[in-house]
């Protein structure tokens, strides 16, 4: 029997569940920025500063999931 | 690696490091579970709103949290070095003003680029505000003092709160204080090795028994100082005034008409009517972005260094004290950046954006 708060159980699934998304597209889009560097080294800065943004940009959604994980954890 | 073996220093310092590490995971709450924990770091209380400095209103229905305490600080800091750098300006600039200058180069020319020269000379101030505000703020917060320092709340208090909002005492744990003054500090060596929840309190209080010997009180800490961004308020506040400021400059260059066609476009038939609609949309959307973004990265960071001071106590928290300097700037930088390719993005019209 397994006994504690459900709401514990929800507030790890919602983190472990949204940030799998994110992961897998900081992973992909940090393997895109490289090729390209690779191709073309004398583009860093701009593609650098472009991939950081976007980078920005997918860790909003897992955040997103780590602010619902806060709430049902911290908020009663 | 075998490199490594052949130099003694090199040897030295890693015995050392790993030696560090091993003291700091024995100290630690793992080590405790096998009568190690000799460090005896404790768990701090994790809360999401701020919590009000003093127990009482300061004037009806405003009561002074921690974390605008943290903002005022944050201002004054700002002030104070801001007019050291300009006090005595040379031509040739050292130390706080040559800081200060290329903070100040590097963003011109960052805005240049985004807007270009004449949009970015006119988002250049609102942007480096933005930047040098959050940056601070999130250094600060790192800093010895805050979330250690604080009133302490006894444990009738708390129980008290936490029967009026419902919470379930099983789940709030208490913290032990030496002495009986209204402030006290979370210094390693204060855990103990029963945990003491409020439950477990009240229960004890019922039946007469103390659970700690005499001039040592049972409460949890209300810190003093809080970093400003772990209030969802301080970053809401700053995306309004950011998004504020994008539709403003919007306004400005593109005229009223302009700009509202934007959102209501009536004349490119019902697809570009919704689309405009999804723009307004869009619109809040960035706001709320703005807000979490900042938010839950600087909150997330703060629990983090939390659990590690718990986990591994003086040694194994410094990467993460690292890791934390980094996601400050990189937070304040993003926010500074958005705001500027958002404005960007408003001050040219449908008509120039595509040539």
């Keep these: ?76 | 690696m075998s490199k490594l073996f052949k130099s003694p220093k090199a040897l030295v310092i890693l015995t050392l490091a790993l030696g560090a590490f091993v003291l700091s995971v024995a100290g630690g709450a793992l080590g405790k579970e096998f009568n190690g924990g000799f460090l005896g770091a404790p768990i701090a209380h994790i809360q999401l709103p701020a919590e009000p400095v003093f127990a009482d209103e300061l004037f009806p229905g405003f009561k002074l949290t921690n974390t605008i305490v943290a903002t005022w600080l944050t201002i004054v800091l700002v002030a104070v070095l801001a007019f050291l750098a300009t006090r005595r300006m040379t031509e040739v600039p050292t130390g706080l003003q040559n800081m200060f200058e290329a903070l100040i180069e590097f963003f011109s020319n960052l805005a240049a680029s985004i807007a270009g020269p004449e949009n970015g000379r006119r988002f250049l101030p609102l942007t480096l505000t933005i930047f040098i505000f959050i940056v601070t703020s999130n250094w600060l917060g790192i800093l010895p003092g805050f979330g250690t320092i604080g009133r302490i709340e006894t444990a009738e208090e708390v129980i008290h709160h936490a029967e009026d909002a419902g919470t379930d005492l099983a789940g709030v744990n208490l913290q032990v204080f030496d002495g009986d003054g209204a402030v006290g500090i979370l210094s390693l060596g204060s855990i103990r090795t029963e945990e003491i929840t409020a439950k477990r309190f009240k229960e004890a209080e019922e039946e007469g028994v103390h659970l700690v010997e005499d001039g040592k009180q049972v409460g949890i800490l209300v810190p003093f100082l809080r970093s400003a961004n772990t209030d969802v308020n301080t970053t809401l506040a700053i995306a309004i005034v950011a998004m504020f400021m994008v539709h403003f400059w919007a306004f400005r260059s593109l005229g009223i008409a302009g700009h509202v066609g934007k959102f209501l476009n009536f004349r490119g038939g019902p697809v570009a009517l919704f689309v405009g609609l999804l723009e307004i949309i869009g619109e809040f959307a960035r706001l709320i972005s703005f807000t979490f973004r900042l938010f839950g990265n600087i909150f997330a960071g703060e629990v983090l260094l939390i659990a590690m001071a718990f986990l591994l106590p003086l040694i194994g928290i410094i990467p993460f004290l690292g890791l934390e300097l980094f996601v400050g700037m990189i937070q304040a930088f993003i926010f500074s950046i958005l705001t500027l390719v958002f404005a960007a993005l408003a001050s040219t019209g449908h008509d120039t954006e595509h040539h």
Excluded at chain 1, 10 to 23: D, E, K, N, V
Excluded at chain 1, 35 to 51: D, F, Y
């Design chain 1, 1 to 76: 029997m397994i006994e504690g708060n459900i709401g514990d159980l929800g507030a790890g699934l919602a983190i472990a569940l949204g940030s799998l998304g994110p992961g897998l597209g900081i992973g992909w889009l940090a393997s895109k920025a490289m090729e390209s560097l690779g191709r073309n080294p004398e583009a860093a800065r701009p593609i650098q500063q472009n991939m950081i943004l976007a980078i920005a940009f997918t860790e909003a959604i897992a955040i997103y999931a780590l602010v619902v994980a806060i709430i049902i954890k911290f908020v009663n």
